[in-house]
């Protein structure tokens, strides 16, 4: 069973940071593209940033300049950068990766990690 925990999510004023991680666990053969996606209340999910393995990055453009996505392979880890935060920012923050497994190729979702900009 392949799992995504994320950590780092928050309260935070607007122009803050944080720092949000995700780990994945589980019998896996190989990790390709991970990402970040964020649902706001009443919204539908929408991607945030994603890495492939090798690196190559992609960003929203409400987040681009102030949002910086980075893996550690080893680790089967990636993590986002937050800066100069916005209200409009808020949201859970789920983390998704490509991976394979004995029985073939998945998509894995997190739980989810809250996070809550103050203007």
């Known amino acids: 069973q392949v799992q995504l925990v994320e950590s780092g999510g928050g309260l935070v004023q607007a122009g803050g940071s944080l720092r949000l991680s995700c780990t994945a666990s589980g019998s896996i053969y190989r990790v390709d593209d991970m990402g970040w996606y964020r649902q706001a209340p009443g919204k539908q999910r929408e991607l945030v940033a994603t890495i492939g393995s090798f690196g190559r990055t992609n960003y929203a453009d409400s987040v681009k300049g102030r949002f910086a996505i980075s893996r550690d392979n080893a680790k089967k880890s990636i993590y986002l950068q937050m800066n100069a935060l916005k209200p409009e920012d808020t949201a859970v923050y789920y983390c998704?990766?490509?991976?394979?497994?004995?029985?073939?190729?998945?998509?894995?979702w997190g739980r989810g990690t809250p996070v809550t900009v103050s203007a």
């Open positions: 998704n990766a490509h991976v394979l497994v004995v029985s073939g190729y998945q998509e894995v």
